[in-house]
């Protein structure tokens, strides 16, 4: 069961802003920087944003990451096709295992209507 | 420019072992924390241990721990990870992941390796 708790999907016209949440606690998201990762059907996950709001190089801006507290947020705006895929949130939790542990979100399938 | 490179599909039977390596292109693989993820077929990604090369440590989940064994043959740069009494729901493609340090975000994923625990 994961730490981290996502709504397990959201979804948006082309060009549409879509927004997705990323709920965690004091020894996650709230000491530690969180990740996004986009995975695409049948494909391996990629880094989408890391560092709580950076986007690594070939990112569009389109995407964009916020924290506050034990939040996080996924933005996605001028939603397009391509980017129906799945979206988990990630973090660092010092709380397990002793000398902590690396957390996933629930996942949020982004469906384009 | 890393790139991995995972090794193939994999069928075992319950109660047996599967070891599943992974080959690092264009960087050293010590200088790297280099993680396994898991993904159940429909489920989402589970974490399952990674290398901390600040102390040189691999911190395992704690619902792995004592079945798991991730190693690093740095003379031909190939991270292993070994899962032993395998039961069905071991059943999962199972990825390496690199990272700069092990709580930053995973940037270099390897293409995947299914592994299917079947009698």
């Known amino acids: 069961q994961s730490v981290l708790t996502q709504p397990p999907s959201a979804s948006g016209t082309p060009g549409q802003r879509v927004t997705i949440s990323c709920s965690g606690s004091?020894?996650?998201?709230?000491?530690?920087?969180v990740n996004w990762y986009q995975q695409l059907p049948g494909t391996a996950p990629k880094l989408l944003i890391y560092?709580?709001?950076q986007r690594p190089s070939g990112v569009p801006d389109r995407f964009s990451g916020s924290k506050s507290g034990t939040s996080a947020s996924l933005a996605i705006s001028g939603l397009q096709s391509e980017d129906e895929a799945d979206y988990y949130c990630?973090?660092?939790?010092?709380?397990?295992?002793?000398?902590?542990?690396?957390?996933f979100g629930t996942g949020t399938k982004v469906t384009v209507l | 420019q890393v790139q991995l490179v995972q090794s193939g599909a994999e069928v075992k039977k319950p109660g047996a072992s599967v070891k599943v390596s992974c080959k690092v292109s264009?960087?050293?693989?010590?200088?790297?924390?280099m993680h396994w993820v898991r993904q159940a077929p429909g489920k989402g990604l589970e974490w399952m241990g990674g290398?901390?090369?600040?102390?040189?440590?691999?911190i395992y989940a704690q619902k792995f721990q004592g079945r798991v064994t991730m190693t690093e043959d740095t003379s031909t740069d190939t991270a292993y990870m070994e899962l032993s009494s395998l039961r069905s729901e071991d059943t999962a493609v199972y990825y390496c992941?690199?990272?700069?340090?092990?709580?930053?975000?995973?940037?270099?994923w390897g293409q995947g390796t299914t592994v299917t625990v079947s009698s």
């Open positions: 004091s020894s996650n998201i709230g000491s530690n920087t």
């Open positions: 264009g960087y050293t693989l010590t200088e790297l924390s």
């Open positions: 290398f901390d090369p600040e102390d040189g440590e691999t």
């Open positions: 990630a973090a660092w939790d010092d709380s397990l295992n002793g000398r902590g542990a690396y957390v």
């Open positions: 992941a690199t990272a700069s340090q092990v709580r930053d975000g995973m940037d270099v």
């Open positions: 560092s709580n709001n």
